[in-house]
């Protein structure tokens, strides 16, 4: 029972990690402190995407816990396993590509315009 808690709670938290990477950047907008957390979890979120050997060390953690809890495990990481699905019914090569590409792109955008709001408020003042 325990095992299955802790496997939930690994999930959990890579699901929030996740999120914070995909939206951290809105909430930079807001708080810019926040930056300091957030650009090390995309650098290391677009590591996984773009080297195919990296995995994030919470996918292993969860399938340990998960075979202790007497579940089958699954193959591939957190992505492929529970997101992708969700997104494209079957996973080609280059998803992961493309992923990391709109991700880069994504968090550029919005740090761009987080920039320009600071540079307009020092000019304010």
Same mark, same amino acid.
């Given at each position: 029972?325990? #095992? !299955? @808690?802790?496997?939930?709670?690994? +999930?959990? &938290? !890579?699901?929030? +990690?996740?999120? +914070? *990477? =995909?939206?951290?950047?809105?909430? *930079?907008w807001k708080w810019p402190w926040l930056a300091l957390l957030h650009l090390p979890s995309v650098i290391w979120s677009l590591a996984i995407q773009f080297l195919p050997n990296v995995l994030c060390p919470l996918t292993p953690l969860e399938q340990v816990l998960l075979h202790k809890a007497g579940q089958e495990g699954y193959r591939g990481g957190f992505v492929d396993h529970y997101i992708a699905p969700l997104i494209y019914p079957e996973v080609g090569p280059r998803f992961h590509y493309e992923a990391g590409v709109f991700l880069l792109v994504?968090? &550029?955008? %919005? #740090?761009? =315009? @987080?920039? %320009?709001?600071?540079?307009?408020?020092? *000019?304010?003042?």
């Open positions: 029972m325990i #095992y !299955h @808690v802790l496997a939930d709670l690994v +999930f959990f &938290l !890579h699901l929030a +990690f996740i999120i +914070f *990477v =995909l939206g951290g950047a809105l909430t *930079v994504m968090n &550029l955008v %919005i #740090y761009m =315009l @987080v920039i %320009i709001q600071i540079r307009a408020r020092r *000019v304010k003042q």
